[in-house]
């Protein structure tokens, strides 16, 4: 079954500086990894999706992220953050579809100090 | 509508009460799919929709969750006899084709069970 795995609850960063989120998964196939993103009282909005072809994926505000198969990571970088980037961040993995197997990591905190 | 909406926002219920939440998606989407967030966790995969039948449920904790959406549009997850452990963010998301790489969420309810 699959499952993914992300080992920093909360992380914290200074507006300006790099970030990099961590998401190790387990897939029986090729996966489809997916990093979502949810501000305070809101719903999840995709960030950036990868399902084949290029291992780094740019997604939108920024972020990109990088499909390690040796690894089975997919982690999440931004080279600068800013302010309105505190959110809680979720790497899934799976496909939408017929046979739901979509299944969410625990989700990684940012705060961003000024 | 322009994206997927849902109602209420919050919902306090006290424990034995029944709750019924609803999901408007986006207008012609096929599929619907509902997920159920514990604080501090990823959403947890409840039951899915193209049209108007259900072809996995198997994520309902218990018979007394129930999911409809008769007409292919709207659906309503009910709740009965509510308890503390069903507090949650429950979340809806839906996508136009079975096979689509994407799907769009709702801001949820939040569900507190006092």
């Known amino acids: 079954a699959q499952s993914v795995t992300q080992p920093d609850i909360h992380i914290t960063v200074s507006e300006g500086a790099s970030l990099e989120l961590r998401c190790n998964y387990s897939y029986g196939a090729t996966p489809y990894l997916f990093w979502y993103v949810q501000s305070p009282g809101q719903g999840l909005q995709l960030l950036l999706k990868y399902f084949s072809g290029d291992t780094l994926v740019q997604g939108i505000k920024g972020f990109e992220a990088e499909f390690k198969r040796s690894q089975s990571s997919f982690n999440l970088r931004k080279p600068s953050v800013h302010w309105s980037d505190a959110a809680e961040y979720f790497c899934a993995v799976g496909a939408w579809g017929n046979n739901n197997d979509m299944r969410f990591g625990a989700g990684t905190r940012l705060t961003v100090k000024p | 509508g322009a994206g997927v909406s849902q109602s209420p926002r919050y919902k306090v219920a006290k424990r034995g009460q029944d709750v019924a939440l609803r999901c408007d998606p986006i207008?012609?989407?096929?599929?619907l799919f509902w997920y159920q967030q514990a604080l501090g966790q990823g959403p947890e995969f409840l039951t899915y929709?193209?049209?108007?039948?259900?072809?996995?449920k198997s994520g309902l904790p218990s018979d007394r969750f129930f999911a409809e959406r008769p007409e292919g549009s709207v659906s309503t997850l009910k709740i009965q006899r509510t308890q503390q452990e069903d507090s949650a963010v429950y979340l809806c998301?839906?996508?136009?084709?079975?096979?689509?790489?994407?799907?769009?969420f709702g801001q949820g309810t939040r569900l507190t069970v006092v």
């Open positions: 929709f193209q049209n108007e039948a259900q072809l996995d």
């Open positions: 207008s012609g989407h096929v599929s």
């Open positions: 998301a839906s996508s136009y084709q079975p096979t689509d790489t994407e799907a769009f």
